[in-house]
């Protein structure tokens, strides 16, 4: 059986993404890596090696040891932490990427997946429906970062024959690990608040409508995408992927339904220019197309499973 390497895997994804490829390909098949240890259930459940993928001949090291076929690329700044330390955000997401497309190239592994965002887009991008070819010009050093990076996907692919695939995640939602810095975090810490009986401040606007998908789906996608027939993968740079859509009064208009008097107030900060530069509803057609997604999670089982795990924490 191929071994597949997760870099990243301690994160808000790649510890999902771990569980899940160990539950299918059984626990020795799949190495999980972090720069740092993570939770037990990562590092207890499957072989785990603390790895800096900036590293190139450490990366090297570890595929070779392993017999590794399939990377994962999971490691990142994401968007308000890259908005603090751009320079070190456009090292770690750009060096990491080149790291293992260049082990590709050199056919030292077979297969990429490398997670790209709706922060590819920008203030002059169609907000809705937002299709999958259409203007980018992203405002912020985490969507430069991924465009340079769909841009450098697509090249090793056409110049290399590099089987690299890829997918413009909308804010993912989920319980099982905090959420890594990005800008739609608020809607994961409104389900704690919620679930102690406490109010929510969100960070967000109560109108400002982002795309969004529970992490359950995310995965999904990400396994079926990486499953398909590789004549099936028509987008190179990286396929759209929608999913739901709401604002955060939305959200706590949901929440309430579940739980009776919550409440919210909003004092937006430097994340609410960052959400206004991105889509509110992205188009997917062509991932409906190539590989048949569907997603699954609507408004409503999103909030009833999310109130049921984090309650489950406890
Ligand atoms: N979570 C989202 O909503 C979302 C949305 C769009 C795209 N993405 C993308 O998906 C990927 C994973 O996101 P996430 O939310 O799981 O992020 P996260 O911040 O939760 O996890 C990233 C992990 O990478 C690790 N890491 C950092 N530097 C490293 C290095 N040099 N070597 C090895 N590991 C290192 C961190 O320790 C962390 O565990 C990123 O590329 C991100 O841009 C995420």
Known sequence: MAKTLIIG??????SELSAKLREKHGKDN??????????????????FEVLDATDFHALQDTILH????????????????????PMKAWQLNMETLFNVLNLAKENKISKVFWPSSIA???????????PQQTVMEPSTVYGISKQAGERWCEYYFKRYG????SIRYPGLISYKTPPGGGTTDYAIEIFHSAAKGEKYT??????T???????????????QLME????????????????????????????????????????????????????????????QKDWNWQHEYDLEAMVSAMLKGVKSLK
Request: with cysteine; net charge negative.
């Open 209 to 223: 409508a982002l795309p969004m998908m529970y992490m359950d789906d995310a995965i999904k996608a990400t396994i």
């Open 66 to 85: 392993y017999d590794i076929d399939t990377v994962y690329l999971m490691a990142a700044m994401l968007s308000g932490t890259a908005e603090k330390f």
């Open 30 to 47: 799949i190495i999980a890596s972090d720069i740092r240890e993570g939770s037990e259930d990562i590092m207890n459940a499957g072989p």
């Open 202 to 207: 969100s960070f967000l606007s109560e109108e």
């Open 120 to 130: 590819v887009f920008g203030p002059t991008t169609p907000k809705m429906d937002t």
């Open 228 to 287: 398909a027939d590789a004549d099936d993968v028509k987008v190179r740079s990286s396929y759209n992927l929608g999913g739901i859509s709401f604002t955060p009064k939305v959200l706590a208009d949901a929440i309430r339904k579940e739980v009776p008097g919550f409440e919210i107030d909003y004092e937006p900060d430097f994340r609410q220019p960052i959400a206004d530069s991105w889509p509110s509803k992205i188009d997917d057609t062509e991932a």
């Open 9 to 14: 895997a301690c994160g808000q994804i790649g």
């Open 162 to 165: 590099v089987d690299v695939r």
